[in-house]
């Protein structure tokens, strides 16, 4: 999943309007963050041990006592940690994960079908923007911004679409 994920940090600021926007935004981005700073440490390797279920709950934990941390809320803290977990959850519908370091690899593969990629990611996107807008003040959901911030969100995954159906996959780790 790509801009998928931002739908369910944005859910999660509609559920919890004290719970910081970044921070969700990082905890459902977290275990790309993993997989990158993997990538450049080790080049060649794989680093998708940043999808397994072992290395989401670490993640999970560590963002949560952080978080905690920062805003000294205890529901803020549980979500930060939710939203991490459903980055992978999300990760096994649309692509195939390991679910630890050289264990077996599940997921539905929703890449190998781009149009339904698309359906689903835009869905979860679409749907996480209106538990979001609750959390806007009232004048401010209707506006022309309000609705080009998700027009945008789904034309970026517009073209992550397109990359799927079009290009040649490349390794991740090169």
């Not at 940090?9 to 926007?21: D, H, N, V």
């Not at 940690?81 to 994960?97: E, F, I, P």
């Not at 929703?110 to 806007?136: N, Q």
């Not at 789904?154 to 780790?173: E, N, W, Y």
Request: charged fraction near 10%; proline fraction near 6%.
């Amino acid at each position: 999943m790509y801009v998928g994920h931002l739908g369910v940090a944005l859910a999660g600021k509609g559920w919890r309007r004290e719970a910081p926007l970044w921070l969700l935004v990082l905890a459902t981005q977290g275990c790309d963050w993993v997989q990158v700073v993997a990538c450049m440490a080790a080049p060649g390797s794989s680093p998708m041990w940043s999808h397994s279920i072992a290395a989401v709950l670490a993640l999970a934990t560590v963002l949560l006592l952080g978080s905690y941390g920062v805003t000294r809320n205890r529901k803020v803290a549980l979500l930060t940690a939710a939203v991490v977990v459903s980055h992978v959850l999300l990760d096994y519908v649309t692509g195939v994960k390991p679910t630890w370091p050289g264990g077996p690899m599940i997921g539905l593969n929703l890449y190998d079908h781009p149009i339904a990629d698309f359906a689903l990611e835009t869905a979860v996107v679409c749907a996480g923007w209106l538990v979001y807008r609750r959390s806007l003040p009232l004048e401010v959901r209707g506006t022309r911004l309000a609705w080009l911030f998700v027009l945008a969100l789904v034309g970026i995954q517009l073209l992550g679409a397109f990359d799927l159906a079009f290009l040649p996959r490349v390794p991740k780790c090169v």
